[in-house]
């Protein structure tokens, strides 16, 4: 008997101590991942420019972490994403180019994020999440015809999609310009001119006399202009209704898209999904969720300057359409009382594109602060990113961490703490950030980062254990163009191979917590363990390489150009894909 009572008193303990211990558990929190395209870690007030005022995004830092040392896994849009959503290097997923494009440039491509990635959104689905992706997309749509879908946001765990497919090139808004110009000049003009100079030459042969001219070789030579210059014109009249749309989740809403109050649209969509959080439509759903939202450069307040100066003139307009609405997320969560049950995290797909130069000469690039480089390098302007966490009450407000951070650790951070177990079956390259923002731990999880420019290993990034240095070596670096400039200005964006590069042997050499403006490279004579140092990063990026496996290249020559059986088209007018939705539902409600 007196056995049976200590047991008795032995389970009752116990029983409370779990009910303490479930009682200081810390509930499963919503989710608000905010994605910025192209912004630079200059542009935000509360990463040091004094010129834009960036309040709500002041205010988001002021209330959580900032991560000064927070990076993208890649320094262009598509990769990027890719691996902001899966936790993996884009290499393991085969979204990485091989080729000059790196990035899906036609909504009918057939290459995309591989159905058998794991997304966070399929992760939090699994535990009752429900979930939006609000904004861009740029990981691909369909496979094998317009309406498989096998790339699109819903395949990848997202029961909700409002935005662009594709990418937000200057070619979607008329009078902005093209970023094909290089194309444009390789493939059409200068044939033309070959062209012209060939019947010139055989005109003025013809005319001495000196040889007599099949009229079949004129005929050929005028009909090859034509067709040259016909296509031209197509490319011209068919690119922005063909791949600059909208979409609500498999349908198109408006084609050509209007940027007329865009943000606003997407941003009162964002609102009313985070509306629906309280109360739970139905018993049997969570009120938890995860909003993903991307966001668009281009706005319409053409009056908004800033100071006059023209290279902020496109993030003083910008500063009232995407940070307006971090600033409307935050006010609706305040109004519903869901702040302190939200985890927020605010950042850019990678570095500001320096060489964004408008038609008229305007540099509208965005800032990378003190850092060299942009977007498509991986000097540290190209992936040094804004990196903001917020949740009241459990992270804590208005500290700064400089250990080095990844987008890729999102992946098991949001997974972690919704409870859903990581993927046995692949590597995750992501790293938790909780212990870090806890004050659990002092130091990153990532001891070493590779940074890939497209499918290349371009740099490591080590830090090492019980030091503050932190080594960066780089075993190629792109040319910029022209001679002392900071960016690829006469292709518009930077290359990854070929002539493009300049090869180091040995590696580049930098400590970034000394020199972060990458202007110094360390020699065997200013730094006593160079070849210490280099031997080990080597051998880190060695063993790295050997984790890698074979997969097919999503970008690939084959993957990335437009096939007419993948086009997407609401409604064909006018031998264009015309439609407007948008406007026909109001505000956009659904």
């Known amino acids: 008997m007196f056995m049976k009572m200590r047991k008795m008193r032995i389970f009752c303990l116990l029983l409370l101590v779990l009910g303490e211990a479930w009682s200081h558990v810390t509930p499963r929190p919503n989710f608000v991942l905010l994605m910025a395209d192209d912004l630079g870690i200059g542009d935000p007030g509360c990463y040091g420019n004094k010129t834009l005022r960036t309040p709500n995004i002041d205010r988001l830092a002021g209330g959580g972490v900032k991560l000064t040392q927070h990076l993208a896994a890649a320094p262009l849009c598509t990769p990027s994403r890719a691996a902001f959503l899966t936790g993996r290097y884009p290499i393991r997923s085969g979204m990485a180019a091989q080729n000059q494009v790196g990035v899906f440039i036609f909504s009918a491509s057939s290459g995309g994020l591989p159905p058998s990635e794991i997304t966070f959104a399929k992760l939090l689905k699994s535990q009752g999440y429900t979930t939006a992706l609000i904004g861009k997309w740029h990981l691909g749509t369909n496979c094998h015809n317009s309406s498989d879908f096998c790339h699109h946001p819903l395949s990848h765990g997202f029961d909700y999609f409002h935005g662009i497919p594709v990418t937000n090139l200057r070619d979607c808004k008329p009078g902005e310009g093209s970023v094909f110009t290089t194309a444009f000049r390789l493939l059409v003009f200068i044939p033309l001119q070959v062209l012209a100079l060939a019947l010139l030459t055989l005109a003025g042969l013809r005319w001495l006399g000196l040889f007599r001219v099949p009229p079949a070789l004129i005929f050929s030579l005028l009909f090859l202009a034509a067709l040259v210059l016909g296509l031209l014109l197509c490319f011209l009249h068919f690119f922005r209704p063909l791949n600059c749309f909208l979409m609500r989740n498999h349908d198109i809403t408006q084609q050509p898209m209007s940027y007329d109050n865009l943000t606003q649209r997407l941003t009162a969509d964002a609102v009313r999904f985070i509306q629906r959080w309280v109360p739970p439509s139905s018993p049997g759903r969570l009120g938890r969720s995860i909003l993903h939202v991307h966001d668009f450069l281009f706005c319409m307040d053409k009056s908004m300057r800033v100071n006059h100066i023209p290279v902020l003139v496109k993030f003083g307009r910008f500063e009232h359409s995407f940070f307006s609405l971090s600033g409307q997320i935050l006010d609706v969560l305040d109004e519903l009382k869901l702040a302190n049950n939200t985890l927020i995290y605010f950042s850019s797909d990678q570095g500001a594109h320096v060489e964004e130069v408008t038609v008229k000469g305007e540099l509208h690039g965005g800032s990378n602060g003190i850092y060299k480089g942009g977007k498509a390098t991986n000097w540290e302007g190209g992936i040094r990113v804004p990196g ?169 020559p084959g993957n990335i150009i437009w096939k007419p059986w993948l086009q997407m088209c609401c409604s064909w007018s006018g031998l264009s894909c015309q439609c407007d939705r948008e406007k026909e539902e109001g505000r956009g409600s659904h």
């Open 388 to 556: 903001i966490l917020r949740w009241p009450g459990v992270i804590q407000a208005g500290l700064e961490l400089d250990a080095p951070t990844s987008n890729m650790d999102l992946f098991p951070t949001v997974a972690n703490l919704a409870g859903a177990p990581l993927p046995e079956d692949r590597i995750i390259d992501g790293r938790d950030l909780m212990p870090l923002l806890l004050g659990q731990s002092q130091r990153s999880d990532h001891e070493f980062l590779f940074h890939y420019c497209n499918f290349y290993l371009n740099a490591v990034r080590w830090h090492p254990r019980n030091s503050t240095s932190i080594w960066k070596a780089f075993f190629f670096t792109p040319k910029f163009s022209p001679e002392g400039a900071n960016g690829c200005f006469a292709t518009h964006v930077c290359f990854c191979h070929g002539h493009s590069i300049t090869h180091h042997d040995p590696p580049l050499l930098f400590d970034i917590s000394q020199d972060p403006r990458e202007t110094d490279p360390l020699t065997p004579t200013s730094e006593p363990r160079f070849w210490e140092i280099l031997e080990v990063m080597q051998q880190a990026a060695a063993h790295h390489t050997r984790t890698l496996q074979d997969v097919p290249d999503q970008l690939s």
